[in-house]
């Protein structure tokens, strides 16, 4: 159950007959977890993990295979290591982001998220805000731990984020400068996705900004599900 195991595939385009891809949705379907972690010359590496028991579906529940664009799982660990240190693996990882939908969409939105200035604005007027693009829409709001010092610097960790993601792509490095200054300043973010069908499209914009069900971020409590830290019970 805690087996590890890199898939190094010879190609990263495989046809939907291949025994590959067969291979990878059996796993899926058994409770491993796949995410990319990278590609060279020979072709792309995948990170199979087993999802521990309490992340995985219950009766009942959808058993689709989720999957993960670029070395989104690592990155993420890493960003977020000091809040949630007992996700010490990039598959862990994975299985995290899998259990929040909003979070997972994010990461496979294509539209582009709010620049550093939108993210100013935002806190110097104090009021829920978002952006329209592409097939989404993301929010920002306020909590009572929100930082408003500081303000003039944000600018700056935004566009240092934005380099030093900027190998996953331009759209995805966006992704996690938003994220890096909402963790910092401890901005609350949802994310709601047009193509998530068990989203109710009638919901009004104000009840949008206050829904627990939609936060992908907030400084108030993890957004996703955690494996249980076993080294603080000596198991």
């Known amino acids: ?6 898939v190094q595939l010879m190609s ?16 899926s379907s058994k409770g491993y977890c ?6 060279d010359d020979t072709g792309e590496r995948l990170f199979v993990q087993r999802v521990p028991e ?17 070395p989104v799982s690592q990155c993420y660990r890493l960003l977020f290591c000091d809040d949630y240190p007992v996700i010490k693996s990039d598959g862990l990882a994975a299985a995290a982001i899998a259990s929040n939908r909003h979070l997972y969409d994010f990461f496979w939105w294509q539209g582009v998220a709010q620049s550093s200035q939108d993210i100013v604005v935002h806190l110097r007027i104090g009021c829920p ?44 490095a966006l992704k996690f400068a938003v994220l890096t200054v909402c963790r910092s300043w ?7 996705s047009a193509d998530n069908e068990s989203v109710d499209r009638n919901t009004p ?7 627990e069900k939609y936060l992908i971020h907030t400084p108030e409590r993890p957004c996703v599900a955690l494996p249980q ?5 000596g198991v």
């Open 129 to 172: 805000s978002g952006v329209v693009s592409g097939n989404g829409f993301i929010g920002l709001s306020t909590a009572s731990t929100t930082r408003f010092d500081g303000i003039d610097d944000l600018p700056l960790e935004y566009e240092l984020a934005k380099k030093k993601y900027g190998y996953l792509g331009e759209k995805m």
């Open 186 to 192: 401890r901005i609350p973010l949802r994310f709601v």
């Open 12 to 27: 990263c385009t495989q046809s939907s007959c291949s025994n590959v891809v067969k291979l990878l949705l059996y796993l």
């Open 34 to 39: 796949i995410s990319s972690i990278g590609h």
């Open 205 to 211: 914009m104000e009840e949008f900004h206050h829904s």
């Open 229 to 233: 830290d076993r080294s603080a019970t």
């Open 54 to 70: 309490f992340m995985r579906p219950q009766e009942g529940e959808s058993r689709e295979a989720f999957y993960l664009p670029g």
């Open 1 to 6: 159950d805690d087996c590890q195991v890199v």
